[in-house]
């Protein structure tokens, strides 16, 4: 069953729209429960059931029978959300005969619900004549079926409609909707999708068009060449190492590689104007197929050696860097996983927006994305992503809208909302120059979050008093190895230098989690529960203490330095740390460099750190919070994880409660707290942490003229009593909703959806 299962699953995965993937659950339904009839139905947009697709009732009766909230067995299903398994079912009071199907011979009925992020999309039937209920083991493989599909159906609709839009003539069975990711940097963008796909990866290549078919074809020989040549040099280098028979499976490779029905499909499908990545990837999937469906063992067996071809050849497809022209003005860059260094891999002038289908707002890309005021949705599970390369698309980073090729009333509405964003960006470029002070006067210092040396100048003109984080780990991501002390120096010069008079937090190596490096590699179950941080660099003091003598060294005569250490969890970890700084320190100045004993302050991110502020904040210059990882430790949600994403909000009660234990305990000790995580940056966060007396917030350039204006426009006064009607509140969703109602009523929404 698991075998069917699967296979079933990646078939709908693979359908190329809804109506492919519906009839394939159909038939291999009916015919591996061994019923009468199987049939899907959807919801539509007026909350009514059609029947989609069957296999046993009339095929005339698809797309005409509809059922009304309240109507018959399968919005029954579907209201009480879950399975009804009848033995005669035109006994029961809600069944309803719809003449169309001829479903008056079947008793028996069997009902799931389709259930997508919680919500009834669909039901799922099996009818048999026999006036018998469906045994356990039937009602269990069909919600495994359901809850399987739910996903893929959700996907192949998306799918579906974006083939419609190329058909404009056909009937659009399903209303144009957005695909709903999560907000990931704010801001909207318009331009035309570029599928960035990881390398080798048969499955993830997108469909493209090209224009030039012959320079298409020379790419795919050439490609085709380089792979036949380097099995001709495996061959000959295991030619006396091979018994015969095994030795000529190369023979039969370089046979595979030059017949028809490969490599003649992948020059025809080029032909029709596919680029050849797409076509060889389509080619070898249907090969796949062909050889899944093959009873004999061996020669099942025999795609991995058609994959294995495939992805050589894909590996020498690929090895042609991306030029200038791959990346159009306004790409939109889309990737099942968007990464640091796709971000890298495109021009800065051209890209505009970034969609990701995994990750979520706190991922490291789209702390990246912010940095570089690129509007972004993440975890949009629902993207087609192979699909929609060179479309154009809508990226909504406020709301986490993406629209496909949207339709001409959606698209005018954009543009209208894009001119308002230039619009309120240019009104708050005016806030650079004026004080970060409340209306009755009380001062929130403004520092801003970086680790790129690529946008210190929109940093050092934004009126920031200081940059609040330097992530250090940035500059280790995009080498090969470790940068050495004087490499590390530099790197930190140019940042303490952009801000010579003003303070600039430099925060020691926090890898491990998500953010890894590729020449130090860390394999483990649970990263964000392991070695990350501090507990990395304190367990290699080498490590630490050249990043410790660079960041001295880059300090001199600027004296500008403060050090920040990450993931701080025991008190033992804050003194061992405090000790190599001193031990840093103290070989300097017998090197006889002239130096000042920089600050030093501890994040505040694990839940430990909350309850023990105190000892923490006595034997430190600062504290700073970081909500990111407060709130993912706090509240048990992976902050990476889209599924789980309608559960991480840092203004969660609990958050708010820990964010003022800390605050409390710091000030017993007079040090100062800020907050560098992303809940710096939102607006709509801004008023309550006015209002619980953090010193200064930390955030991505683009966030801080937004931060200013809603300090600019507050009292100290209203802001607390704003926190007190919020602290009894005891969920997220009310406490977003009471702040975000603030802003609109002070004008000021345009900061938190798109337009003024
Ligand atoms: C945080 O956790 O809030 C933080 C600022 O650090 P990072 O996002 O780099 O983990
Ligand atoms: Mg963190």
Known sequence: MLETLKRLVQEVNQARNLEQALTIIVSQV???????????????????YVLMATDGLQDKAVGKVVLKTGQGLVSLVAS??????????????????FKITGEEHYNAFLGVPIIHHRNVVGVLIIQASKAQRFDEEAETFLITVAAQLAGAIAHAEVSGEVDELNTPTKKRVIDSRPIIGLPGASGVAMGKARVVYPLADLDAVPERKIENIPEELEKFEKALSAVKQELRIM????????????????????????????????RKRIEAGSWAAGALSETIQEHEKVFNEMEDSYLRERVDDIRDLGRRI????????????????????????????????????????????RGSRTSHVAILARALGL?????????????????????????????????ETIRKEYKQLL?????????????????????????????????????????????????????????FMIRQRFPGEDEQRLIYRQVLEAF????????????????????????????????????????????????????????????????????????????????????????????????????VGVMIEVPAAVYQAGSLARRVDFLSIGTNDLTQYLLAVDRNNARVADLYDSLHPSVIRAMLQVVESARVHNTPVSVCGEMAGDPVAAIALVAMGIDSLSMSVASLPKVKWVIRNLTRERANEILSEVLIMEDAHSIRAHLSEQLEQAGMGGLIRAGK
Request: with cysteine; aromatic share 6%.
């Open 419 to 475: 001119t308002q964003e230039i619009e309120l960006s240019e009104e708050l470029q005016g806030m650079n120059e004026l004080p970060s002070v409340t209306l009755d006067g009380e001062k929130i210092h403004l520092y801003v979050n970086t680790g790129l040396l690529a946008d210190m100048s929109p940093t050092q003109t934004s009126g920031a008093e200081g940059i609040g984080l330097y992530r250090t780990e940035f500059p």
């Open 375 to 407: 509007p972004t949705v993440m975890g949009a599970s629902d993207l087609p992503v192979r699909r929609i390369d060179g479309r154009e698309v809508i990226v909504d980073g406020y709301s986490g809208r993406v629209y496909v090729s949207p339709a």
């Open 500 to 599: 010579a008079t003003k303070p600039v937090v430099l925060r020691t190596l926090d890898v491990g989690g998500d953010k890894a490096l590729p020449y130090f590699p860390i394999e483990e179950e649970n990263p964000f529960l392991g070695w990350r941080g501090i507990r990395i660099t304190l367990d290699h003091p080498e490590i630490f203490l050249v990043q410790i003598r660079a960041m001295l060294r880059a300090s001199i005569g600027l004296n500008n330095l403060n050090i920040l250490l990450p993931m701080i969890s025991e008190v033992s970890e804050l003194t061992d740390s405090l000790a190599l700084i001193h031990q840093a320190y103290e070989e300097l100045l017998e090197e006889g460099e002239e130096l000042l004993m920089p600050k």
């Open 80 to 97: 009480r959300a879950e399975p009804i398994n009848l033995k005669q079912a035109p006994a029961h009071p809600n069944y309803k005969y």
């Open 314 to 357: 894909l590996m020498h497809l690929q090895q042609d860097a991306p030029t200038e022209t791959d990346f159009p003005p306004n790409t939109i860059l889309v990737s099942e996983e968007v990464t640091p260094s796709m971000l890298a891999d495109i021009p800065v002038d051209k890209i505009t927006g970034v969609i990701s289908v």
């Open 235 to 266: 061959s000959k280098r295991l030619e006396d190492k091979l018994p015969v028979q095994d030795h000529a499976l190369f023979d039969a490779y370089l046979l595979m590689l030059e017949s028809d029905s490969l490599s003649g499909s992948i």
């Open 30 to 48: 009916k015919s591996v429960m061994g019923v009468d009839v199987c049939s899907v139905y959807l919801k539509n947009a007026n909350d009514q």
